[in-house]
């Protein structure tokens, strides 16, 4: 096999954009071996733009053609684990899309059956992970270049999303067609680059608003404050509210700094001496002299990198590596049992939100599918009496 059959499950805006990629030879290793939409009125559409592609409304009978090697889910949350576990059961590999799944519980049930299947390849969509500027960002933490990480602080509110987004899909922010809002859709990339590159917190405490401004049942507003566990501390905000949003994220260390502008500009500053050997050794004339500006220079090393970003650029990255994996056995950028960290860490964040205190992880996965069922169930109950 020279080239991965894969089967796109879900002809919407995520699916139609792999299709094209394929289409336009862009990833040489994969070719489109079936389509699959239960919408009847998507197989004009993949008709039209993929003629001669096999087209199921049914995803089962789509893996029983014999016609796909792969699949990717481009389906509402819900629907990935499950997915996912009939393509593996049949030997056929997965790529989930972000996020695994909605809550941990279904994204575990994945990830132990992807063990009893090792030599089929199980991934998720994280290209994220591809990005040359934040595998930069890990490598600096991994090599402890800044040293031990005493804050992080990330502001990601460029998500705007007018109402009428919103009112596009019925499923789209809503508890039980998608799970969530703007941390199961949005910002699932940014919750898994955090804990990827910071690891993960102990303990979260989350201040969500729901409807704030835009008219969803769900979370548009969303600050978080993390505990690493050894005194370092963090906070994560996002919104889908904000025209001019912010992208920055800082790590702070006790040896130095990185800030992240736009997912595009690096600074980075290492301190000559750790900050605690200047606390315990600086003579106050030194820190006054510090403090009239005159030392910076003197006392870190300032490094400043600029990245390019080319849309589509890093999904193509990951489709390539998932059939790479296939075909060669190539390691996989991101795995698909890496999924359940991000999912767990915005499973933390809604259930801080939902009691008012602080929870700690491993969250009580019981719990927090509970309430989400309520969730759903008042949600249901409200749409039937509207």
């Not at 059961?89 to 063990?115: C, M, S, W």
């Not at 922010?173 to 990827?196: F, R």
């Not at 999924?339 to 860490?345: A, D, K, M």
Request: proline fraction near 4%.
């Amino acid at each position: 096999m020279t080239k991965v059959r894969l089967g796109i499950i879900g002809l919407g805006q995520q699916g139609g954009a792999y299709g094209n990629m394929i289409r336009e030879g862009r990833i040489s290793n994969i070719e489109i071996g079936a389509i699959c939409d239960n919408d009847p009125e998507k197989k004009k559409r993949a008709d039209q733009e993929f003629p001669g592609v096999p087209f199921y409304q049914d995803y089962i009978e789509m893996l029983n053609s014999g016609n796909v090697d792969a699949i990717v889910t481009c389906v509402p949350h819900y629907l990935h684990p499950e997915m996912g576990i009939e393509a593996l059961e049949r030997d056929i590999h997965a790529l989930l899309e972000k996020p695994a799944g909605v809550y941990t519980k279904q994204v575990k049930e994945i990830n132990e059956f992807a063990k009893t299947k090792p030599d089929v390849t199980y991934a998720i969509m994280f290209n994220q992970r591809t990005n040359p500027l934040y595998q930069k960002v890990k490598e600096i933490i991994d090599n402890r270049e800044i040293g031990n990480i005493r804050r992080t602080n990330w502001i990601i509110t460029t998500w705007w999303r007018p109402q009428g987004y919103y009112d596009a899909g019925s499923w789209r922010a809503t508890w039980d067609g998608e799970g969530g809002g703007v941390l199961v859709n949005q910002a699932p990339h940014q919750i898994d680059l955090l804990q990827w590159i910071c690891g993960m917190p102990e303990k979260v405490y989350t201040k969500a608003q729901y409807g704030y401004q835009r008219n969803i049942p769900v979370e548009d507003d969303v600050t978080t404050i993390l505990d690493y566990g050894n005194g370092a501390t963090g906070v994560f905000i996002t919104c889908t509210h904000d025209v001019m949003g912010t992208d920055r994220l800082e790590i702070h260390g006790d040896q130095g700094k990185i800030v992240v502008d736009d997912s595009k500009k690096v600074t980075i500053k290492r301190l000559n001496k750790p900050e605690k050997e200047m606390s315990d050794t600086m003579s106050m004339q030194e820190v006054s002299k510090l403090f009239q500006g005159e030392g910076p220079g003197a006392i870190y090393q300032e490094e400043v990198l600029n990245f390019d970003s080319v849309w589509g650029g890093q999904h193509i990255a990951v489709l390539k590596n998932f059939a790479a994996n296939i075909l060669d056995g190539t390691p996989l950028i991101a795995p698909g049992s890496d999924g359940i960290h991000g999912v767990e860490l915005a499973n933390a964040m809604h259930l801080s939100s939902w009691l008012n205190k602080e929870v700690t992880l491993p969250i009580d996965e019981n719990q927090y599918l509970e309430e989400l069922n309520k969730l759903r169930e008042q949600e249901i109950r409200s749409n039937i009496h509207s």
